[in-house]
């Protein structure tokens, strides 16, 4: 892992701002410039997280040439919460994300330059981003997935989960007056290093629970029951659309993911026109938090597959 004061002074050089989304929501990002790049990066990053905790991928990336555009989905990270409880994780409908990354991209990544423009997803933000490439085809060059959402592992058949977290919504806004945390879930509770599911490198996971420590507006605890039956619906309709998406895509699985499924990824890959899978063997759900062999060989295959598919130079 790199040195905190090194990550913390190119956190520094990040033009660091909001913009205000299509419904007045408050929507935080950070974009880095520098002369000479190649591409543009944007990044969908998943659910809990904020664009504070990418610092390293950032860093890297900045190092392997590229620019770099990350924004904090709506309800989450350092963007305005959707509802009273600023922990809960929660959104009116998953399409009010990809109207969020619209917007981001025609205000604030298309007009810094004329290069090319790549598509970086993570877990969540993989839902988000392949959302977005189905309607708009022609934004991106290649899009890479890490860990994508296409499928959660739930503890139940999903046939059974989303109309019992429909009935619960309904409950909570009968008696609650507002959405209610998931079965079991509740407020921001950072567990025990040896208790995760998300990475096996104790310095990167002590670094992010420090950097929400910091700055613990970014802190988000478990899901509204309303956030469930959508992400089951909106994930349910992306695996059946997968034969429509058209932009050469990268789906990075990890081998001991518990938080998605690995099988929903291969067969999304196999049902696209233009898609690879590749499983990365030994690495927990979070690709680019993971030890240092699993998240190197992770980064690697990232930028060989947008090299592969980047216009000449000059092009």
Not at 50 to 75: C, M, P, Q, V
Not at 187 to 213: G, K, M, S, V, W
Request: hydrophobic letters at 40%.
């Amino acid at each position: 892992m790199r040195d905190i004061a090194e990550l913390d002074a190119f956190m520094a050089k990040l033009e660091q701002d909001s913009f205000e989304s299509f419904d007045g929501s408050k929507i935080a990002y950070a974009r880095y410039l520098q002369e000479g790049a190649k591409a543009n990066i944007v990044i969908s990053s998943g659910r809990i997280e904020a664009y504070i905790k990418y610092e390293e991928t950032l860093l890297d990336l900045s190092e392997r040439g590229f620019n770099l555009f990350i924004h904090d989905h709506r309800g989450q990270g350092l963007s305005q919460r959707l509802t009273d409880n600023p922990h809960m994780g929660h959104v009116d409908h998953f399409d009010n994300y990809v109207l969020d990354l619209e917007l981001f991209f025609n205000r604030l990544v298309r007009p810094a330059n004329e290069l090319p423009n790549l598509l970086l997803c993570h877990s969540m933000g993989s839902a988000i981003g392949l959302g977005y490439a189905l309607k708009h085809p022609n934004d991106f060059c290649a899009i890479a997935c890490s860990a994508p959402m296409l499928k959660i592992k739930l503890p139940a058949p999903e046939w059974l989960l989303k109309p019992l977290a429909k009935a619960l919504n309904l409950w909570d806004r009968r008696n609650l007056g507002q959405p209610g945390y998931v079965m079991g879930g509740g407020n921001y509770d950072p567990e025990a290093f040896e208790f995760n599911h998300i990475t096996q490198c104790p310095r990167r996971y002590a670094r992010f629970r420090d950097l929400y420590q910091q700055q613990p507006q970014a802190q988000l605890g478990s899901p509204s029951n309303h956030w469930l039956a959508k992400a089951i619906s909106f994930t349910e309709k992306l695996r059946d659309r997968a034969i429509e998406l058209s932009v050469p895509t990268l789906i990075l699985g990890a081998e001991l993911d518990t938080i998605v499924d690995n099988q929903a990824m291969k067969d999304f890959a196999r049902d696209c026109h233009d898609c690879i899978y590749q499983e990365v063997p030994q690495a927990f759900h979070e690709l680019l938090m993971e030890k240092d062999p699993q998240r190197q060989q992770s980064l690697d295959m990232i930028t060989a597959h947008y090299g592969a598919h980047l216009p000449p130079a000059g092009g």
